[in-house]
């Protein structure tokens, strides 16, 4: 943060997050790495998953698609390179797929499958075999293949501040932007992929209750449509090398132009959403669903 949030503000005390930024850039990882858009460590003897829902289609395309849609990888993680994620016993790699279709009953958007797997057993049995192409797919949720750079950082609550707090604190916000130049929405909570921390909202939050317990679930990953380009949240490896680092304060770096193009998996999500996915670790078995917005 580019001051001491709580020193600042010790209303917020205990509402920081710890949060692991992922930083996704165009590259070509393998199954063994820790990828957004990149190829999964697949068990062979398991069948690559398909969407069969009857009301997934493709936006200005054909009004149905019936024919069962196979699924596309999103996010793999390895425990390895995201030390704060809580994995299951037994399992040290998580993976995310999505039908890269459009579903009316899901939000308006893709539908996704969370598999945690232990990454030792499934690379014994691992195939070589690429995983299929989907034969239709909508653009804005296919990603690019993508490599990480996991980073942890803390978070504070913006959207999700307790209730009351964000009226109360106001005015004092309004000083904080007059005075050092930023805003604390803007360094708060960031709208990118990252695993923990607060979802970065667009809309008004939205947190899901467990079926099974009741009890609201943990966010456990966002990815969304934004990367930064410029701000606090922006790496010091993508900084324009033209700025003065003593010069130029955090929240108002911008990034390397030559570096710009590979930020990000390049998928739309309405703009700039996103997907964020909860867990419950109270349940059995771990059960997960996610939210959209845009």
């Given amino acids: 943060m580019p001051f001491e949030v709580e020193a600042v503000f010790p209303e917020l005390a205990g ?27 697949w068990p062979a003897d398991e069948p690559w998953p398909m969407c069969t829902e ?21 996010v793999q ?56 192409l989907p034969h239709t797919v909508e653009e804005d949720y296919l990603p690019r293949p993508c490599t990480l750079s996991p980073t942890q950082a803390v978070e504070y609550p913006n959207w999700d501040l307790p209730e009351g707090l964000g009226e109360l604190l106001d005015e004092r916000f309004e000083v904080l932007r007059e005075e050092r ?55 010091l490896d993508d900084r324009d090398p033209r700025q003065d680092g003593a010069a130029t304060p955090s929240w108002k770096a911008e990034a390397n132009p030559a570096t710009f193009d590979a930020f990000g998996h390049d998928m739309c999500l309405g703009d700039l959403g996103g997907m964020y996915f909860f867990v419950c670790r109270t349940c059995p078995d771990t059960p997960y669903t996610h939210r959209y917005d845009c």
């Fill in 15 to 41: 509402t920081a997050r710890e949060v692991t930024l992922l930083y996704p850039r165009a590259g070509q990882p393998g199954p063994g790495d820790s990828s957004i858009g990149g190829p999964l460590l």
């Fill in 54 to 74: 009857p009301d997934h289609y493709k936006p200005l395309g054909a009004p149905v698609w019936p024919k069962p849609v196979a699924m596309v990888p999103v």
């Fill in 77 to 132: 993680l390895y425990a390895r390179d995201v030390p704060g994620l809580v994995f299951p016993a037994g399992t040290d790699l998580l993976q995310i797929l999505w039908c890269p279709l459009v579903h009316e009953d899901d939000q308006y958007a893709a539908n996704p499958r969370l598999r945690w797997r232990s990454a030792a057993l499934t690379a014994a049995g691992a195939t070589a075999v690429e995983a299929p």
């Fill in 181 to 235: 130049g930023y805003d604390y929405f803007e360094v708060a909570t960031t709208q990118q992929s990252k695993v923990g921390g607060y979802p970065g909202w667009t809309q008004q939050p939205d947190w899901p209750e467990c079926e099974g317990c009741g009890t609201r679930m943990e966010h456990l990953l966002s990815v969304t449509a934004t990367e930064p380009g410029m701000g606090r949240w922006l790496p």
